[in-house]
């Protein structure tokens, strides 16, 4: 069978299973148009695995530019104002693609309920993460952080993908994920944002708004926006390991919780070791 078949048939699989990235961290399965083989395409660039040099390489990409942008600003002037304008070049940039590419998807072909809606988790933080590199406002610093550092994370470790870089998908996922965690990272190193319970307060409520408003949508239309509903993905992720709905629901909160919480220790530490040589 071509490789397009064979992956056309994967894909059709994936949408009757509601797949997505575990706790909602992808941009769901956007499934491309497969490239036919006399389109000069080889099935290295039309396909991605897991674990692959490929995998490896997307990781390594977003760890150079963000530890680029990093080093940058802390060599600058410091600026009394939150964003600089390349970092606001960027963020709009982004925020550019990412109603381009929902708008296309909609309408292109491309569309499906069940994948294509910008419901899932990394959607909003992504679009969050964009928005704090354009405006520095301190929620969206909170919710970046808080969720999408420590909820969207592990999108790059398992990465609900089959496109390659021949496909659109494949760059809209890394570049959402590499928008999340390395503005989360850069906000910390860079611009000097220490989290406090404040901070965790309003990503908890945030996260909670969003399993309110998602939970009905995918128990209604069988969707799995979030890892939410009752379907699994068909792409190996943690979401294997937490059992049958919807104990896998009640373990996703509160592991979820729990990963923000640990995110929010360090700087509990700091500020009580800073207290202590204070006095």
């Known amino acids: 069978m071509p490789l397009h078949a064979r992956l056309g048939q994967r894909a059709g699989v994936h949408r009757r299973n509601g797949g997505h990235d575990t706790f909602g961290s992808a941009e769901g399965r956007v499934h491309a148009i497969i490239l036919a083989p006399d389109c000069g395409y080889t099935p290295q660039v039309q396909t991605f695995a897991a674990f692959s040099l490929l995998h490896a390489a997307a990781l390594a990409a977003i760890a150079v530019f963000t530890f680029t942008a990093i080093v940058i600003r802390r060599r600058r002037s410091p600026s009394p104002l939150p964003a600089g304008p390349i970092e606001r070049t960027i963020g709009v ?32 933080c992504g679009a969050a993460a964009a928005l704090v590199l354009v405006t520095g406002h301190p929620l969206l610093r909170a919710f970046v952080y808080f969720c999408g550092l420590g909820l969207c ?53 945030a996260a909670a708004f969003y399993v309110l408003l998602v939970l009905p949508i995918d128990l209604v239309t069988g969707w799995n926006y979030g890892f939410l509903g009752p379907s699994r993905p068909d792409v190996p992720s943690i979401v294997d390991l937490l059992g049958p709905w919807p104990r896998r629901l009640i373990a996703i909160v509160a592991i979820s919780g729990g990963v923000m919480f640990a995110l929010l220790v360090p700087w509990l530490l700091v500020r009580r070791g800073t207290s202590v040589l204070s006095q």
């Open 153 to 205: 994370t592990q999108a790059l470790i398992t990465p609900s993908l089959v496109e390659g870089p021949a496909q659109f998908p494949f760059w809209f996922f890394w570049s959402t994920h590499g928008m999340i965690v390395g503005v989360a990272i850069y906000d910390i190193a860079a611009r000097g944002f220490r989290p406090a319970w404040r901070d965790f307060g309003f990503a908890c409520m």
């Open 93 to 124: 940039a982004y925020l550019a693609l990412w109603i381009g590419a929902f708008a296309w998807l909609r309408v292109g072909p491309l569309y499906d309920p069940a994948t294509t809606y910008p419901l899932q988790l990394c959607h909003w």
